[in-house]
C-alpha cells in the first residue's frame, strides 16, 4: 500500500506542478473531487479494515504480556522491568500513507462541500471590473444564489434567483470554459443591448449616467472619467478612457453572431433564450460579450458579492454591487 500511495501521491503532485507551469489547462473542481474520492476511499479502508487490524494486534499484543506477566506469577516472580505500552502505541499509530490520505479526508471533504454548494473564493487578475473590484481583490462567490450546481458537470440540480441587470457574476469563459471570468450582467435574455458611441441601451432606453470624480489608477498611473450607473436596484462606477475610439472589432465565430451587428460606432446585439451579455465595469479595457458573446446558463458560476481580503489595502474589505 505504501508504493501504490505514493504512486496515488506522485500523480497528484505532477497533475498540480503540470497546471502551474501551464502544460495543461487545470480544473480545481476536479483535482479536488478527485482528492475527495480517493481519501474518502483510504478513509473508508482506514476505519473498516487498516485501524481494525491494527487494534486486534494491538489487544493480541497485551493479551500476550498479561500471559506472560501470570505465568511469572505463578514461578513467583512479580516484578516485571518490560512495558509493551510504547510497543502497542507504535502498532496503533497511524502509518504516514494513512496520514496523507485517510488523515485528510474530513479537511477535503468538507473545502469541497464548501466550495462547490456554499460560497467560493476567487482572486480578481485584471483590471477589467474597476472601479468596482481592483487586481489583487480576494472575492467571495455565492454559488446557491443562481441555484445549486453539480461540481465540476456544473449542471443545475435546483432553482435558484434569476440573473438580474447589474449582478456581478463568475462564469466559464464561453471560448475556454477551464478559465472563470468575471463581469456584470448588462443583458438579460430577449434584450436588445446596444453600446453605441460609448453609451450604453437597453431595449430602445438609454441608460443615464452621472459623472463623478475622476479616478486614479495606481497600476497606469494616470486618471480616468467615471461615471455612476445603475442598472438594477443599486448604482455602480464605471471608467471610460476617452482616448480609446468607440469602435468594437467583433468576432463572428462565436454562437449567435448572428445577433449582432457591427459598426465604427459601436455594436448592436439581440441576446438569446437562455444566455446573457456580459460587460466590465472598466468599460474601454475589458474582454466582454462585446468581442466573445453571450453566456449561456450553463456556464454560470456565481454571484460575485464581498471582498474578503487585498494585501495592499485592507479599506478594500466589504460588500459591493
Known amino acids: 500500500m505504501q508504493a501504490l500511495t505514493s504512486v496515488v501521491l506522485g500523480a497528484f503532485v505532477a497533475y498540480a506542478a503540470s497546471w502551474y507551469l501551464g502544460w495543461v489547462d487545470g480544473n480545481f473542481a476536479l483535482l479536488l473531487f478527485m482528492a475527495s474520492v480517493v481519501t474518502g476511499l483510504y478513509w473508508l479502508a482506514e476505519r473498516y479494515y487498516f485501524l481494525p487490524g491494527r487494534v486486534a494486534a494491538a489487544d ?26 510504547e510497543t502497542r502505541a507504535r502498532i496503533l499509530a497511524q502509518p504516514w500513507w494513512l496520514d496523507w490520505t485517510a488523515g485528510l479526508f474530513p479537511v477535503i471533504v468538507s473545502v469541497f462541500f464548501l466550495r462547490s454548494f456554499i460560497v467560493e473564493p476567487f482572486k480578481i487578475p485584471s483590471g477589467s471590473m474597476i472601479p468596482t473590484l481592483l487586481v489583487g481583490d480576494l472575492i467571495l462567490v455565492n454559488k446557491f444564489h443562481y441555484g445549486l450546481r453539480l461540481p465540476v458537470l456544473n449542471a443545475k440540480i435546483t432553482e435558484g434567483a434569476k440573473p438580474q441587470r447589474g449582478d456581478v457574476m463568475v462564469f466559464r469563459y464561453p471560448p475556454r470554459p477551464s478559465l472563470d471570468y468575471i463581469k456584470r450582467v448588462v443583458g438579460l435574455p430577449g434584450d436588445t443591448v446596444a453600446y453605441i458611441n460609448k453609451r450604453l441601451t ?120
Open 202 to 321: 437597453i431595449n430602445g432606453q438609454v441608460i443615464e449616467t452621472q459623472s463623478v470624480p475622476e479616478f486614479f489608477d495606481e497600476d497606469a498611473m494616470r486618471y480616468f472619467k467615471q461615471f455612476e450607473e445603475k442598472l438594477g436596484d443599486q448604482p455602480h462606477r464605471l471608467l471610460n478612457d476617452e482616448d480609446r475610439p468607440a469602435f468594437v472589432p467583433g468576432n463572428d465565430r462565436f454562437a449567435g453572431a448572428d445577433l449582432c451587428n457591427y459598426t465604427v460606432e459601436g455594436v448592436t446585439c439581440k441576446v438569446p433564450e437562455g444566455s446573457y451579455f456580459m460587460m466590465g465595469d472598466n468599460r474601454d479595457n475589458s474582454l466582454d460579450s462585446r468581442y466573445w458573446g453571450f453566456v449561456p446558463d450553463q456556464n454560470i458560476v456565481g454571484k460575485a458579492f464581498f471582498v474578503w481580503m487585498n494585501f495592499g489595502s485592507l479599506k478594500r474589505i466589504g460588500s459591493f454591487h
Open 60 to 85: 493480541r499484543l497485551q493479551s500476550a504480556d498479561l500471559q506472560r506477566r501470570a505465568d511469572l506469577a505463578k514461578q513467583g516472580i512479580s516484578q516485571v522491568d518490560s512495558s509493551v505500552a
